[in-house]
C-alpha cells in the first residue's frame, strides 16, 4: 500500500505565498513523475506542474514564473512553491505520484487534496 499526504493549504491573501507538500510513505521501490493537479469549483481537475525523478519539470502556463514545483528523492516528498497568488488559483490542490511499489508493481497515487483560497 502506498499513500500520498498533503499539507499546507489554508487562506492567503492575493499576492501572497504558500508553500504545499506531499509526502508519499508504504511499500516504495521508487516514484517516477510526481505532480500537483487542481481543481476549482464547477471546473475539471487540471495540471499544475509535474517534475520527474531527474528534476525535470513542467508547468502550466496560467502558474509559469509564479509557481515552482521541487522534490526531496531521499524523503519521497513534491513540493509547491505558490508565490503571487491570484483569486482564480483557488481550488483544491492534489498531489500525484508515479509509484513503483516493493514488489515491482506500477500505480498512479493520488493524495486526497488540500484547499487553497486566494482571497482578500
Known amino acids: 500500500q502506498v499513500q500520498l499526504v498533503e499539507s499546507g493549504g489554508g487562506l492567503v491573501q492575493p499576492g501572497g505565498s504558500l508553500r504545499l507538500s506531499c509526502a508519499a510513505s508504504?511499500?516504495?521501490?521508487?516514484?517516477?513523475?510526481m505532480g500537483w493537479y487542481r481543481q476549482a469549483p464547477g471546473k475539471q481537475r487540471e495540471l499544475v506542474a509535474t517534475i520527474t525523478s531527474r528534476r525535470r519539470t513542467k508547468y502550466a502556463d496560467s502558474v509559469k514564473d509564479r509557481f515552482t514545483i521541487s522534490r526531496d528523492n531521499a524523503k519521497n516528498t513534491v513540493y509547491l512553491q505558490m508565490d503571487s497568488l491570484k483569486p482564480e488559483d483557488t481550488a483544491v490542490y492534489y498531489c500525484?505520484?508515479?509509484?513503483?511499489?516493493?514488489?515491482?508493481?506500477?500505480?498512479?497515487?493520488w493524495g486526497q487534496g488540500t484547499l487553497v483560497t486566494v482571497s482578500s
Open positions: 508504504g511499500s516504495i521501490f521508487s516514484i517516477n513523475d
Open positions: 500525484n505520484a508515479d509509484v513503483v511499489t516493493t514488489l515491482l508493481r506500477h500505480f498512479g497515487v
